[in-house]
């Protein structure tokens, strides 16, 4: 088995071997690398930068190839997802900006959509599990669920937030996508209900200091664990 590992400050992207704790492959870009995701083929990565450029990474031809670069005139891309059936790739920057790409033809990529989706430092982007629709969270505290056309446009957005919430850091979906948890600067995980915004279901108040990441298992017991 292997696992992924972006050493962000010197812009190295390494894939680890996790039975020898040997890099097998290692990319250098020229600027920090913010966010990675993989591709559900497992052999392609996705790449976010400081310096807003997306790229991705062939695993197997060992060769990287541009999908969108700011040339100087957009934010830091915070955070990069890809939907399950790997035919859409969302981003998100410092300046709470997303665009989202098709990319089921890597050799014809088209001009991504671009909405500006808060109006604050965007955090994380991501896709629910039935590709239906994309969540982003930001500095302005709140998260929001976008629907998402075939063609990558965004529709209105549903607003998820309440008056202790601050920044929101990380959003997991559930696997029906029927709920989304938030992971918030005040310590707070909160439970939503994707289709009603006007409060949390439940919240889960276990941490003195900002919840930062999620990592989610569903099972009947929604057992969920948060860092």
Known sequence: SSGINAEYGDGLTCVWDMRTS??????????????VVLHPNQSLLFLGQSNGMVS???????????????????????SIAVNNIATQLAAIDNKGMVRVWRVDDLSDIPAPFVQQCHVDRGLKCTFSPDCATLAT????????????TQEGELGAGHV???????????????TDSQFLFTGSSDGTVRLWDSLRTDSPKQ????????????AFWDREAQTFYHE
Not at 22 to 35: A, T
């Open 203 to 214: 919240e889960y108040a276990a941490h003195q200091r900002a919840v930062v990441s999620i």
């Open 22 to 35: 040997g890099c097998q492959r290692k990319l250098k870009l020229d600027s920090p690398v913010n966010s």
């Open 160 to 174: 998820f937030t309440c008056p202790d919430q601050k920044w929101v850091w990380d959003a997991k979906f559930s």
């Open 56 to 78: 991705f990474w062939d695993l197997r031809m060992d060769k990287s190839e541009e999908i969108f670069h700011n040339k100087g005139r957009v934010g830091s891309v915070q």
């Open 137 to 148: 969270t930001g500095a302005d505290t709140t998260a929001r669920i976008w629907g998402v």
